[in-house]
Nanobody, 128 residues
Framework: QVQLLESGGGSVQAGGSLRLSCAAS????????VAWFRQAPGKDRDFVAA??????????HYADSGKGRFTISRDNAKNTVYLQMNSLKPEDTAVYFC???????????????????WGQGTQVTVSS
């Protein structure tokens, strides 16, 4: 059974940092494209960052909102993907989800409908 488990969320002040983790069981993460999405109350689920599978080159992709502040990475030995978030802003407040799938084409990397497996989410709250 495939499970994705996020952790690392919490409450921080603006300018602070958090590192989110997404640990997978039941699949080999390196062969999957893994993405982070976030959803604030009353809003759509938005793309944050993605790291493509090793077989697809392992490239990383970011939403404009996180460029220069967020870094996605993976530790294949731990079957875990991380999202390092620095210089956090109040508008980063949301529930953050990790998602994974195989066969995600480059043009669809930012599309949440392309991901089969999802975690339960972790809350990130940034106060001003």
């Amino acid at each position: 059974q495939v499970q994705l488990l996020e952790s690392g969320g919490g409450s921080v002040q603006a300018g602070g940092s958090l590192r989110l983790s997404c640990a997978a069981s039941g699949l080999t993460f390196s062969t999957y494209t893994v993405a982070w999405f976030r959803q604030a109350p009353g809003k759509d689920r938005d793309f944050v960052a993605a790291i493509r599978s090793r077989g697809s080159g392992g490239s990383t992709h970011y939403a404009d909102s996180g460029k220069g502040r967020f870094t996605i990475s993976r530790d294949n030995a731990k079957n875990t993907v991380y999202l390092q978030m620095n210089s956090l802003k109040p508008e980063d407040t949301a529930v953050y989800f990790c998602a994974a799938n195989t066969g995600v084409i480059l043009a669809s990397t930012r599309n949440p409908t392309q991901y089969k497996y999802w975690g339960q989410g972790t809350q990130v709250t940034v106060s001003s």
